[in-house]
């Protein structure tokens, strides 16, 4: 008998006299919790947002959609980045004007080589204001998982407000749990028992969040 087999064994003795809950999953535990604390407009929320990121000591910057690529290469030449890393799904327009060199997101680029790359810039999947976190899941204008975690500068880029929400569960309802779920506030920190604060553990020491705003189309004739 193996460990695995002893220790299913002794679990399934110990649940012998309990009875069978047959209450659904999505009844069994009650749910009544605030969606979101207060009432926002959508401006209000891309403020609280920028305000949190900050507060994680993320760089937030503001611009329009046609300032984007521009704030980019300022961004890019500020950090003196010779290389960044573009996922295979970016907006090839946010990179117009810059000369840096562009490096593929390969699945077969080892940390060593990632660790090489001055800056990366990616998308995100959503953002939850009143944590100030931003979700990435993968898609193709984010990249694989690690390659935001091995450099040491990230470019986020959120558009508002359309990928802005309020909360954390407002967040969970527009993400696919199947999906490689990265969430960040701020940039990669941890702190000692004594509270000393060190950046760039787990991922990078700076994060810079670009909030683009993203005009609706007017609406088409009726």
């Known amino acids: 008998m193996s460990s695995r087999e002893r220790i299913l064994g002794r679990v399934r003795r110990a649940l012998s006299d309990v009875r069978q809950d047959d209450t659904p999953y999505e009844q069994a535990v009650s749910r009544g919790y605030l969606r979101e604390h207060g009432e926002r407009s959508a401006e209000q929320t891309v403020d609280l947002l920028a305000e949190n990121l900050a507060d994680y000591r993320a760089v937030v910057h503001r611009c329009t959609a046609a300032e984007l690529a521009s704030v980019i290469g300022r961004l890019l030449a500020e950090r003196g980045s010779k290389t960044v890393l573009v996922p295979p799904g970016l907006d090839e327009g946010w990179l117009d004007g810059t000369d840096v060199e562009r490096v593929a997101d390969r699945a077969e680029s080892t940390p060593h080589e990632l660790d090489r790359v001055d800056s990366v810039i990616t998308g ?33 880029v959120v558009r508002v407000p359309d990928q802005v929400v309020s909360s954390v569960p407002q967040a969970l309802e527009r993400l ?14 941890t702190s000692d028992i004594e ?28």
């Open 176 to 189: 696919d749990p199947a999906r490689p779920l990265t969430w960040i506030s701020g940039p990669s920190a």
């Open 195 to 222: 509270l000393d604060r060190v950046e760039g553990v787990h991922g990078p020491r700076t994060l810079e969040v670009v909030l683009v705003s993203v005009p609706h189309p007017p609406p088409g004739p009726r």
């Open 124 to 156: 995100c999947a959503v953002a939850a204001a009143e944590t100030g976190t931003i979700v990435l899941d993968g898609s193709p204008d984010q990249g694989r998982r690690r390659v935001t975690l091995v450099p040491d500068h990230h470019i986020c």
